[in-house]
Structure formats: structure tokens, C-alpha cells
């Protein structure tokens, strides 16, 4: 099992749509998660970050933490094309170790 | 502007060449990590240097190699190149708090032919 499972896609989505993008995990130890968005052959870019349980919201984004069930999510509401993107979720322990561990990433398209 | 620099942002080369890939962190972060990304495909880390020691090694072939200098910028060195090492190479930096997270640069896209 991989430390860090995410839905590969790709996920096409009509314009205005609420997308969900969902990450699990293994490590118990994770305390920090983050999502970032990727455009094709650019440097991901952080798009939330959040510690512990919990939700945050920024704008159109909500990032969702269980931790009771080792799974975070990412909604988008009001999807735009804009948003077309590859998601990558990550996450690190609680520790100075600085050990980041990423998913896969989920392609997402946003259709007009 | 995630304020890591990555040179060369593009590189043709030749199988069997060597090149050298540069990135200044983030001011401040003392912490750089390499990443492979093979066309579409996720990111692989290679290496982590924190303050101009390794800190952790992933899945870095044995003809790579990297280094941070005292001024804490980063090289990442690819020998030997084959056709297979084609791929983005994504450096990212951190702080060194607890709650501290990455930031990556733009990448460097080599290309061997």
C-alpha cells in the first residue's frame, strides 16, 4: 500500500460544477496536509495548507481534513476552465524532519 | 512568484553527456529538495539537503548527484544521461519551522536525445 493514495483521473467536469478531489493515507503521524495545483510542465503551486482536523476555505477552495479517517479533501466550487489542472496532495508529520510526501496527483478538466 | 530559481529552465543534451541543474531556495529556507517528473507522471524525489547536509535520499539513480553550498543554492548533477532521464526536475525549498511548508520552482525541462 502507498503511503499516500490519490484518485488518478482524469475528472472532467462542465463549467460551474463542484469538484471533489480526495486523498488518503497511511501514516497516522501526518499533521500538516497541503494541495497543489500543477498546470501542465509548471512548478506546483500551493494552493491551501492546513494542520490537523478541520476545514479551510479560501475563496472557491475548501480543503477538508479526518483524520480519524486518514482522508483530505479538496472542493472546488464554481469550477471554471481556469481550474483545469493536476492536483497533488501532500502531507508531513509533525516533526523537523521536513519529510514531505506527495500523492499522484488527480487530472482535472474543467469543460466550457 | 514562488521565489525558488531554477537554471536552466531548458536543456537538450546528449545520451551520455553530463549536466548541471542550479537552484537558490526561497530567502531564508535552509531546506532544498529535488524532484524528477517524467511527462505525466508524479513527482519523484531524488534528495533533500538541509543547511548543506543530506537529510534524506529517495530514488536518486547512482549517476546523479547533488550538493547545497554555504550560500545554500543547490546543484543537482546528471551523468552519463540516458533517454529515460528526460523529464522535469523540480527544485523546492522549506523553512525550518514545524509548520513550515514547500515551495517549488519552475523547473529545469531536460531533454536527452
Known amino acids: 500500500q502507498k503511503e499516500v493514495e490519490q484518485d488518478p483521473g482524469p475528472l472532467s467536469v462542465p463549467e460551474g460544477a463542484i469538484v471533489s478531489l480526495n486523498c488518503t493515507y497511511s501514516n497516522s503521524a501526518f499533521q500538516y496536509f497541503m494541495w497543489y495545483r500543477q498546470y501542465s510542465r509548471k512548478g506546483p503551486e500551493l494552493l491551501m495548507y492546513?494542520?490537523?482536523?478541520g476545514n479551510k476555505e479560501d475563496g472557491r477552495f475548501t480543503a477538508q481534513v479526518d483524520k480519524s479517517s486518514k482522508y483530505i479533501s479538496l472542493f472546488i466550487r464554481d469550477s471554471q476552465p481556469s481550474d483545469s489542472a493536476t492536483y497533488l496532495c501532500?502531507?508531513?508529520?509533525?516533526?523537523?524532519?521536513?519529510?514531505?510526501?506527495f500523492g499522484p496527483g488527480t487530472r482535472l478538466s474543467v469543460l466550457p | 512568484d514562488s521565489g525558488v530559481t531554477q537554471t536552466p529552465k531548458h536543456l537538450i543534451t546528449a545520451t551520455g553527456q553530463r549536466v548541471t541543474l542550479r537552484c537558490s531556495p526561497r530567502s531564508g529556507d535552509l531546506s532544498v529538495y529535488w524532484y524528477q517528473q517524467s511527462l505525466d507522471q508524479g513527482l519523484q524525489f531524488l534528495i533533500q539537503?538541509?543547511?548543506?547536509?543530506?537529510?534524506a535520499k529517495g530514488n536518486i539513480l547512482e549517476r546523479f548527484s547533488a550538493q547545497q553550498f554555504p550560500d545554500l543554492h543547490s546543484e543537482l548533477n546528471l551523468s552519463s544521461l540516458e533517454l529515460g532521464d528526460s523529464a522535469l526536475y523540480f527544485c523546492?525549498?522549506?523553512?525550518?519551522?514545524?509548520?513550515?511548508?514547500?515551495?517549488f520552482g519552475e523547473g529545469s525541462w531536460l531533454t536527452v536525445v
Open positions: 523546492a525549498s522549506s523553512g525550518q519551522g514545524a509548520g513550515n511548508t514547500i515551495y
Open positions: 539537503y538541509y543547511n548543506g547536509e543530506e537529510r
Open positions: 492546513t494542520y490537523s482536523s
Open positions: 501532500a502531507m508531513r508529520d509533525d516533526n523537523y524532519g521536513q519529510n514531505f510526501v
